[in-house]
């Protein structure tokens, strides 16, 4: 019992595209106590609806009242507590010009990304992978002193 | 048809079949209010605080089971509205409310009573709509009536800003609501219905916990056939008293924090909990652990995050109580109700054992008598409302109510002040109807500027405050759980009551004897004003039995036995 508590879980919420439903998601979570371990939200192309991923931590207990609580939500067309997934996240990070561009290169191909621009003063590498290597990334990444890191947020598919 | 928004406003009001309107007007609001003015479909009534306004729009909701419709203003208006919200919203009833709002041009700019309406109420409605253009609102008017009485009811808000409400436009009141994301589920599932009838049928001290959401489903008619038919023992939550009726011989009474020793004992020794609309709430459980320990549980109810919330369910049934209990009676036309006999005695040997009771008194009014003579002069015709506290609580135990619908409190959220404007609601209802407000010296201030709007309109309810200078229910807590530190609990210093209903248009009546009771009453209820009876009642009354705060609900504390 005591190992279910507080167990990753992701869900996917499928919404109504009108104003305001993220702010009623985000209201829920804060009001009843659950926790947002990441949120990314965009339309659903070629329909009126969204997709809110959010990353969230809870027990069994938890996660079935959060997911109920969605639903009760008028906008919230869809639950999904995903099972069988496949979840990516994106990762932004800016490194100094004077760090080796070849190094970055390669450790960002490793990890499915690449070199996504070259400034005067920085270079910016994007990785695109598992929330977990993507955190593997991030520690190897700190060797080339990044001067900053912008996480995406999850988004997951159910297989 | 081309109209104008205030117009459209009118128009939904009017074709939802409302026929009064509790509110307040002000700037954000003023074009409705003369749409008001020119139109006849429904009357207004205007109270004297937004909150009263929703409170007596509350109260009309649940005495005739339609929606109730409050409109207030911007800014203030909105917020003295919220506590009124909240109220519907934790006991589940369906409101809509229609607040004004600063022009859409202003909306974000700190403008002269803006406040953010939409953003304030999302966690106390069910539902709100900030309306973003004129074409959308009759739509949105339509859903939020939907909405409101439709699965679970609540309350819906609707924030119009004042631009819209101006605007012209072509206005069709759609016929039918399609929203996907919004399904309500009414059927319960069939193979979860058969097991649980499975399990009734085996179980050996089956328990019925029924609560209110029997009332609002209108399901009443059908459990006290359910109960006839199984001869299953029943207990009823603070929101259900009434569903059975008071003379029913299986009902053991409420349960929880202040329920009857039967009603405790008997959910704790039960081996099945059939729970009908009840939401397993703090105030009935005491103890978590130790509740309904030896029982699996069935739990019916149309809203699935209320299954599984605080008690683990063997038998889960989403669904609206009327539909599942059609599919439940049949299926339990063999039933043996010899099964539950043994059962049944021991519940009656513990109601013998502690009944319901208290010490009366020659020399002083008894809360508790109080409640009971209002029973026996007024009975089963009143509607009774009440505020919060321990005049609440006695009313619950004490006054024999006969039928859903007739007792009406805050029940969820406790809000002190509800019960005066609730029970102009209930009247202008039901105006052929005894309406008795039972409130304390305390509750009865919060809202107490509503004695002007029913001497302007004629409300004749009738306010019996029974009067012992403390907030009751605080100080009891304080001579148990804070070694009698009665921290401004005393409210020895008090208006005249008398004086003050008179003052606003009304009657008053200072009560100190049985006999005057009982005159004032009749007098009351023969006059068309609406009436302050101020009873005094000895100071240290103790609601009892009590299960104190976080325990077990079979260690109770319970009323002394009459010297005999």
Redesign the interface.
Same mark, same amino acid.
Not at chain 2, 179 to 182: A, C, D, R
């Given at each position: 019992m005591a190992k279910a508590t507080n167990e990753r879980r992701v869900i996917s919420v499928i919404v109504m595209n009108e104003s305001s439903v993220l702010a009623r998601v985000t209201a829920l979570f804060a009001g009843r106590g659950y926790n947002i371990e990441s949120l990314t939200v965009a339309p659903i192309p070629e329909s009126d609806m969204s997709h809110i991923t959010i990353a969230t931590n809870g027990s069994t207990k938890v996660m079935e009242q959060i997911t109920k609580q969605l639903h009760k939500l008028i906008p919230v067309y869809k639950v999904i507590e995903h099972e069988e997934m496949v979840e990516k996240e994106m990762v932004l990070v800016k490194f100094p010009v004077e760090e080796s561009l070849s190094d970055i290169q390669v450790l960002c191909m490793a990890y499915n990304g690449g070199i996504a621009n070259v400034g005067p003063n920085m270079v910016i590498g994007m990785v695109a992978d598992e929330p977990c290597r993507v955190q593997h990334f991030l520690e190897a990444a700190q060797r080339y002193n990044p001067i900053e890191i912008v996480r995406g947020g999850v988004v997951a598919i159910e297989r | 048809m081309q109209m104008s928004g205030a117009q459209m406003v009118c128009e939904a009001i009017i074709a939802e079949g409302v026929k009064t309107v509790f509110g307040y007007p002000g700037g954000a609001i003023m074009h409705v209010y003369d749409e008001i003015y020119k139109q006849e479909g429904f009357e207004h009534i205007l109270n004297r605080h937004e909150q009263a306004s929703v409170h007596a729009a509350d109260g009309y909701a649940r005495a005739t089971g339609e929606v109730g419709v409050a409109m207030v203003t911007s800014g203030p208006g909105f917020t003295n509205a919220v506590t009124g919200l909240a109220t519907a919203y934790m006991d589940s009833i369906p409101l809509v409310v229609i607040s004004g709002q600063v022009p859409s041009q202003l909306i974000g700019t700190d403008g002269f009573q803006e406040i953010d309406a939409?953003?304030i109420s &999302?966690?106390c409605t $069910?539902?709100n709509f900030?309306v &973003?253009s004129l074409e959308e609102l009759p739509r949105l008017l339509k859903e939020a009536f939907y909405?409101a009485r439709s699965g679970r009811p609540g309350p819906v808000l609707v924030d119009v800003p004042k631009d819209i409400t101006v605007d012209i436009g072509e206005f069709i009141y759609p016929d039918s609501v399609d929203?996907? !994301?919004?399904k309500p589920t009414y059927k319960g599932n069939k193979r979860q219905i058969d097991k649980a009838v499975e399990a009734i049928k085996s179980a050996k001290k089956p328990l019925l916990y029924i609560g209110g959401g029997v009332v609002l489903s209108n399901a009443s008619d059908l459990v006290r056939e359910l109960v006839e038919k199984t001869q299953i023992p029943a207990v009823e939550t603070l929101m259900a008293r009434g569903v059975l009726g008071a003379k029913n011989p299986l009902l053991l009474g409420m349960l929880g924090m202040h329920g009857n020793y039967s009603s405790n004992m008997a959910m704790s020794e039960t081996d099945l909990v059939i729970s009908l609309g009840a939401r397993f709430d703090d105030r009935v459980t005491g103890k978590l652990s130790e509740f309904a320990k030896y029982a699996d549980i069935i739990h019916v109810d149309i809203?699935? !995050?209320n299954i599984? $919330?605080l008690v683990d369910v063997d038998y889960p049934i989403v669904g609206d109580i009327t539909e599942v209990v059609e599919k439940m009676l049949p299926a339990l036309d063999d039933v043996d109700t010899d099964r539950y006999q043994a059962w049944r005695e021991i519940l009656k040997r513990y109601d013998d054992l502690h009944p319901q009771s208290y010490v009366d008194s020659d020399e002083v009014i008894k809360p508790q008598w109080a409640i009971e003579r209002l029973g026996e002069l007024v009975g089963e015709d009143a509607i009774i409302t009440s505020d919060v506290g321990q005049h609440q609580m006695w009313a619950a135990q004490h006054y024999p109510f006969d039928r859903p619908r007739q007792w009406i409190n805050s029940g969820g959220l406790g809000t002190m002040g509800f019960g005066f404007p609730a029970a102009l609601g209930a009247k202008r209802a039901f105006p052929d109807k005894t309406v008795i407000n039972i409130t304390g010296d305390g509750s009865i201030l919060m809202n107490m500027q509503e004695l002007v709007t029913a001497a302007e309109y004629k409300i004749p309810v009738i306010n019996v405050i029974l009067n012992n200078h403390f907030l009751g229910m605080v100080r009891q807590w304080q001579t148990f759980f804070y070694e009698k530190r009665y921290s401004e609990t005393d409210l020895s210093f008090q208006p005249n009551f008398k004086a003050l209903a008179e003052a606003c248009g009304g009657i008053g009546y200072d009560v100190t004897t049985k006999a005057e009771f009982d005159a004032a009453l009749k007098d009351a209820i023969k006059q068309d004003k609406v009436c302050f009876m101020n009873v005094q009642t000895n100071r240290f009354e103790d609601v009892l039995p009590m299960v104190p705060s976080g325990g077990a609900l079979f260690n109770m504390m319970l009323p002394q036995k009459e010297a005999k």
């Open positions: - | 939409v953003g &999302r966690p $069910k539902h900030l &973003r909405i929203i996907p !994301s919004y809203d699935a !995050s599984g $919330k």
